[in-house]
């Protein structure tokens, strides 16, 4: 998958960016190679033009796609793992897959098992991060403020607590 100067991304560990450049660089005299250049809200990232997909690099979700989402948020959440060791496995694993379903479902779940009991750290700030992310790309999409985004978000995600009021945790 090529991208676009000017178009504008999603990454693992990133979040949203804008390819402002495509360039050829050489880092501790390795050989040149190209790179795209990103640019997020706090940072730039340098990304092998030929590892980008292969790394997660892949292009908004569409406004068109979004009713797919809201489904999906509004579902009522799937059981996550009661092992908090094999919770971050999970949300890791689906986090490297790096799909805008996966985030949504991430944040759905971990959502739910957390009204059912505290979160620990780690998975109160994969939440918190997941969320994040899922709501600047939902405003990206649909092209309203982050805030608009997040107050849909809620609503779906409350559509969802009303299916299965008390979430479940399925065994390790």
Do not use: H
Not at 62 to 71: D, K, T
Not at 122 to 146: H, M, N, T, V, Y
């Amino acid at each position: 998958m090529s991208f676009q100067v000017g178009e504008r991304v999603a990454y693992p560990a990133f979040g949203l960016g804008r390819v402002i450049a495509r360039v050829t660089k050489s880092f501790f005299d390795a050989e040149t190679q190209e790179f795209y250049e990103v640019a997020g809200e706090y940072s730039t990232v340098w990304v092998q033009v030929n590892e980008a997909e292969a790394r997660g690099r892949r292009r908004l979700t569409r406004r068109e796609e979004l009713p797919r989402y809201q489904a999906v948020l509004a579902a009522a959440p799937a059981a996550v793992s009661a092992d908090a060791r094999q919770r971050q496995r999970d949300l890791a694993a689906r986090l490297k897959r790096d799909t805008f379903q996966d985030l949504c479902e991430i944040v759905r779940d971990l959502s739910a098992y957390g009204r059912a009991a505290p979160l620990n750290a780690e998975d109160a700030a994969g939440l918190q991060k997941s969320r994040r992310w899922l709501c600047q790309e939902w405003a990206a999409a649909a092209g309203i403020p982050f805030e608009g985004a997040t107050a849909e978000v809620d609503r779906l995600l409350e559509a969802g607590r009303r299916l299965s009021p008390t979430p479940t945790a399925r065994s390790k």
